[in-house]
């Protein structure tokens, strides 16, 4: 059982490039998400996943896309890399009540030159 | 809006002194509660919850109590070790969304 697992561990970007975050969980959650991390900001959720077939918005969605097709799977797409992207991302999943504890992935950290 | 507003850091205590990190919350219905942990270089790891009030999460010698007359939940431990330091994070889970509300985090540093 290997959790919440996200690749690549480091990224560096130019200005304008596209990239796709990869996240995946092998427990059978419902739930999914990505946040952001900057410093002394805490988490900001960008997008989330109730279910295969279904996204939305969170706080900070701008400059990112999400599917989801599986259950699996929720990559995170940067369509064109700006500056003020670069950040620690976090790939989440947990289930559905709201009692439900979110497990984390370990990051991708990311830079935009 | 749901918001998390946690005591800030950084904290730097020696070995074996007491711990208390202040966190509050305003939030719509009644939140689950929670504190994350985040060692250096690593992913966020669930410390403890509490999901209702009164509740008491306890983890690894940490405790916080879920307090809805104050809207705290403030996380302590008596006796803290090196091995502590770490970034810690409150946040909430509200209503029918399952979006955690993070606080800002609080860095603590434990000296030997």
């Known amino acids: 059982n290997a959790g919440v697992t996200q690749t690549p561990k480091f990224q560096v970007l130019k200005t304008g490039q596209s990239m796709t975050l990869q996240c995946a969980q092998d427990m059978n959650h419902e739930y999914m998400s990505w946040y952001r991390q900057d410093p002394g900001m805490g988490l900001r959720l960008i997008h989330y996943s109730v279910g295969a077939g279904i996204t939305d918005q969170g706080e900070v969605p701008n400059g990112y896309n999400v599917s989801r097709s599986t259950t699996e799977d929720f990559p995170l797409r940067l369509l064109s890399a700006a500056p003020s992207q670069t950040s620690v991302y976090f790939c989440?999943?947990?289930?559905?009540?709201?009692?439900?504890?979110?497990?984390f992935g370990p990051g991708t950290r990311l830079t935009v030159l | 809006g749901d918001s998390v507003t946690q005591m800030e850091g950084p904290v730097t205590l020696s070995e074996e002194a007491c711990l208390t990190i202040n966190c509050t919350y305003t939030a719509t219905g009644y939140p689950s509660l929670f504190w994350y942990v985040q060692y250096p270089g690593e992913g966020l790891q669930l410390l403890l919850k509490a999901t209702k009030a009164d509740d008491k999460g306890s983890n690894k010698g940490f405790e916080a109590t879920y307090r809805k007359e104050t809207t705290s939940f403030h996380l302590e431990k008596g006796s803290v070790q090196v091995s502590d330091s770490a970034v810690y994070f409150c946040?909430?889970?509200?209503?029918?969304?399952?979006?955690?509300?993070f606080g800002s985090g609080t860095q603590l540093t434990v000296l030997p």
């Open positions: 989440a999943s947990g289930g559905g009540a709201r009692t439900d504890t979110q497990y």
């Open positions: 946040a909430l889970l509200s209503g029918s969304a399952r979006q955690l509300t």
